[in-house]
């Protein structure tokens, strides 16, 4: 028999998103509300770019780090949006954020250092961790409306505290913070000499207020790396596009790692971007006014079914429970079986999203309201 292979890749499996979605994909009629892809079609001027690439011949690889053209839009780009004072040197082109994650978490990262995560959280990260042989210190913020509070973050720290990631908008609750909320959680994360890596990529799908990011505060100049890209805004998941900002001193060791692993992001997708900052820059507007639309009802559905829900300040996530003592995976299993309608099982995201379920509203109305029927239908069955 072969050596061994690495345990840490042992240790971690496969999304529970993706592999619920394969469950039950192949059955008929039914509608699934699970995966988080926008529904709308990449802007007309951001395929004309990626078709005029091509003709051009633009096919060869590009500078690692980026187009220095692209990088030096997009952090424009970010600036005029969020009031921040990025530079195109301090822009990394990724191949998706995940990608940006995956290499933030490999330059900061040593074996026995940890990371905190509020949890219930997209369940891209805790794997990135464990490949690093790095430890996952995550914090249940159900208590707090899914909100990570500084003070559950004060009480999580030991001297093996590294690195702190915040995604927000999140995935899978749709919650994001206030500015002060963020200054405070940003007072911890210096008090402790942390780094903090925040997940900015639901940005532009914000309601009730205004993102704010974390680099609006000049304290953490030194100390945080900021993820975003072009997937969610732009509709353009397939262009594996993503963005990794962080402080001059570390863009070298960022772009070691890129280069190394990848070389390049694609040529075309990087033109194509390019477009999506400029061309386009406005196109996530109109995608997150019908958001908006999307989330009111469903917030008013799933409260006149009497479930009790957090209504999401952005992205297209719900996280609600229902009364039913059975684990989540089951649950979601009984509603594909008996309602033929499809949502994620809450343990996708942590032990802390047990007894959720989320839904994505990543689908159009009409799709919404068959969905929501059948859950109702489900809940109430008649006699």
């Known amino acids: 028999m072969p050596k061994p292979i690495n345990s840490a890749v042992e240790a971690i499996e496969l999304s529970g998103i993706r592999k619920f979605f394969n469950l039950v994909q192949d059955k008929e009629d039914i509608l699934s509300l699970t995966i988080g892809q926008p529904d709308f079609s990449t802007p007309e001027s951001v395929k004309q770019a990626a078709k005029d690439a091509l003709d051009a011949n633009k096919t060869t690889y590009t500078q690692n780090q980026g187009l220095y053209e692209l990088r030096d839009k997009v952090s424009q780009y970010i600036n005029d949006l969020y009031g921040t004072h990025w530079c195109a040197n301090q822009v990394l082109v990724t191949v998706g954020a995940s990608q940006a994650i995956d290499i ?24 990135l961790i464990t490949l690093q042989h790095a ?30 990631i915040l995604p927000y908008p999140s995935n899978p609750t749709g919650v994001t913070l206030t500015k002060d909320e963020l200054a405070a959680i940003k007072d911890v994360v210096v008090k402790h000499d942390l780094y903090l890596i925040t997940d900015e990529i639901y940005s532009t799908i914000s309601f009730d207020a ?33 963005f990794l900002f962080g402080p001059l001193h570390l863009m070298d060791q960022f772009t070691k790692v890129l280069q190394y692993n ?11 971007a390019l477009n999506a900052v400029t061309e386009a820059k406005d196109a996530p507007n109109k995608m997150c006014e019908a958001y908006l639309d999307r989330r009111n009802y469903v917030y008013h559905r799933l409260q006149a079914m009497g479930i009790d829900v957090v209504k999401p300040g952005g992205a297209f996530y ?63 069955p008649n006699p």
């Open 210 to 242: 205004p993102h704010v990011s974390m680099a609006v505060f000049e304290e953490l100049a030194e100390r945080l790396i900021v993820i975003n890209g072009l997937s969610k805004s732009h509709a353009m998941t397939g262009f594996r596009i993503g």
């Open 104 to 127: 933030a978490l490999r330059t900061l990262l040593v074996p026995g250092d940890e990371v905190i995560l509020p949890s219930p959280i997209y369940p891209g990260y805790e794997p």
């Open 135 to 164: 430890k996952v210190v995550a914090i249940d913020t159900t208590p707090t409306a899914f909100k990570l509070t500084a003070d559950a973050l004060e009480q999580a720290i030991t001297d093996k505290t590294k690195v702190v």
């Open 318 to 380: 719900f996280m609600f429970k229902i009364n039913d003592p059975r684990p989540s995976f089951d649950l979601a299993l009984d509603l594909v079986e008996q309602a033929h309608v499809a949502f994620v099982p809450g343990s996708s995201f942590g032990r802390f999203g047990e007894g959720y379920l989320r839904l994505s509203y990543a689908y159009s109305l009409d799709t919404l309201k068959e969905g929501l029927d059948r859950l109702e239908r489900y809940l109430s």
């Open 262 to 272: 990848v070389s390049c992001a694609t040529s075309t997708s990087q033109y194509a």
